[in-house]
């Protein structure tokens, strides 16, 4: 039984190698075999067939026939001209007359009535009214600045003479203090009524007309909508307008 047992075993042993070279042997005859794929052979390229140029032949170009020379025309002599008739100058037409812009009528609607009002019944012209309008207003322009340096030495020459006596004495001087609204100010010279009454009256002022009380005395006054205030009085004297102050009235 052992030795059944043993043959049993070399023989297996002896089969198995043997399948695998028979198996070895079959693979490789079946890859010899196998057919390879060829690539296609390229396509052989055909020349094209050559093109014969063709020159073209330019015909030579004839010359423009040359034009025969004119030969100039004798210049033909102009008559002459008649003589030119004196003609008498023309006189210009008169130039139409432009109606003034209702601006300008309007400005001198207001200059007409303002001239009314300040003249009144005293017969002075336009043109003496508007120099004296002017050389009033201007001496308040310069009594305005006088007035806010207090300068009481630039602000007599504005002053008559009359003024000026009245108002340096001391009866006189003391009935404004009594009638200054604030109490306690003492006026015991001209230079004092200067300071504490002229001055502060006339600080605020805004005079833009004048009122005639006869061609020698004036009135500059400050218009509103329901009165006038009168803020200087103007003397005439030796051809100068000079500040009067009235005196007091009893």
Not at 76 to 95: C, F, G, R, S, Y
Not at 111 to 129: C, H, L, N, Q
Not at 177 to 192: A, E, F, H, S
Not at 202 to 208: K, M
Request: net charge negative; glycine share 2%; proline share 12%.
């Amino acid at each position: 039984m052992y030795y059944f047992l043993q043959m049993k075993t070399k023989s297996t042993m002896l089969i198995i190698p043997a399948v695998m070279m028979l198996a070895s042997c079959v693979r490789t005859k079946d890859i010899k075999n196998i057919p390879q794929e060829v690539p296609p052979a390229a396509e052989e390229q055909k020349p094209e067939p050559e093109v014969p140029q063709v020159i073209q032949e330019t015909e030579p170009v004839p010359e423009p026939p040359k034009e025969p020379e004119k030969t100039p025309e004798p210049k033909k002599e102009e008559a002459p001209l008649p003589p030119k008739e004196d003609v008498p100058p023309q006189k210009p037409a008169p130039a139409e007359e432009v109606p003034p812009a209702p601006a300008e009528e309007e400005e001198a609607d207001e200059d007409a009535d303002e001239y009314a009002r300040s003249i009144g019944d005293v017969g002075v012209s336009k043109d003496t009214f508007k120099e004296d309008k002017e050389k009033i207003l201007r001496i308040i322009d310069e009594l305005s600045v006088i007035m806010k340096d207090k300068d009481y030495k630039a602000w007599l020459p504005y002053i008559d003479s009359e003024s000026k006596s009245y108002w340096s004495k001391t009866g006189n001087l003391k009935k404004a203090q009594n009638r200054m609204p604030i109490k306690g100010i003492q006026l015991k010279t001209l230079q004092d009524y200067f300071k504490f009454i002229f001055v502060p009256a006339r600080q605020q002022s805004q005079i833009t007309e004048i009122r005639y009380e006869s061609d020698t005395y004036i009135k500059a006054v400050e218009v509103q909508p329901t009165q006038e205030l009168i803020y200087y009085f103007f003397k005439k004297t030796n051809g100068n307008w000079l500040v009067h102050i009235p005196p007091i009235e009893e």
